[in-house]
């Protein structure tokens, strides 16, 4: 490992991490599927209390796939909410899933992300179709899930739980997310954070190990 990081935690966003995702291609997706009236309400979606809700696992997924129809308006079978939801959903490239292996040889590696249990559990068939695996146990030592927590980034609280469940302190830890907002979230406690801007940021900062 060219870049051998003083620290005992890796820990690691999904999407746009570990995950290939597209917001813009879901959403046009669903723009699709909804008269053009509705389309400023598709642009808002994520930012609408019932996903919010649904991504701290205050409301279950039938309360969810429920409140999506009602917002757009849609008679959408519960298959066809689920397709839509997880449009975003990209690739797992088995590189990835190598470097964290990897990785797991010299550091406990980790999982923090905002997510919700239609998600994962698309990303766990993903996982089984394309790697052999039925979750991701297998490759990290702790996995934080937002839905599971009740608790979602960027707030300083689910960055202070992990590190308590982790059982050490902020500069032992290095997070790696894709959003800005996240990455400030945890460096506001003290987390050695690093912004994911691409694909390659990852092997460029470990030294394509």
Request: charged share 25%.
């Amino acid at each position: 490992m060219k870049n051998a990081p003083d620290a005992d935690f890796l820990i690691f966003d999904l999407g746009n991490v570990i995950i290939d995702i597209d917001y813009h291609h879901s959403l046009g997706l669903i723009k699709n599927h909804v008269p053009e009236s509705f389309h400023a309400k598709v642009d808002g979606f994520y930012l609408t209390d019932f996903h919010k809700a649904y991504e701290k696992g205050k409301i279950d997924s039938p309360t969810f796939r429920n409140a999506v129809r009602e917002y757009f308006e849609q008679n959408w079978e519960d298959q066809k909410v689920d397709e839509l939801w997880n449009s975003l959903l990209g690739k797992i490239p088995g590189e990835r899933l190598e470097l964290v292996s990897k990785l797991r040889q010299n550091y406990k590696i980790g999982v923090l992300s905002n997510t919700n249990e239609i998600h994962i559990d698309a990303v766990y068939e993903m996982l089984r179709k394309d790697h052999g695996l039925n979750s991701f146990d297998p490759l990290f030592d702790r996995i934080f899930y937002s839905h599971e927590m009740g608790l979602a980034k960027p707030s300083k609280e689910i960055y202070e739980r992990m590190l308590v469940e982790l059982g050490t302190t902020a500069e032992r830890v290095i997070f790696f997310d894709d959003l800005e907002a996240n990455v400030k979230g945890a460096a506001s406690i003290g987390v050695r954070a690093i912004h994911v801007t691409g694909p390659n940021v990852l092997f460029d900062f470990f030294g394509h190990v």
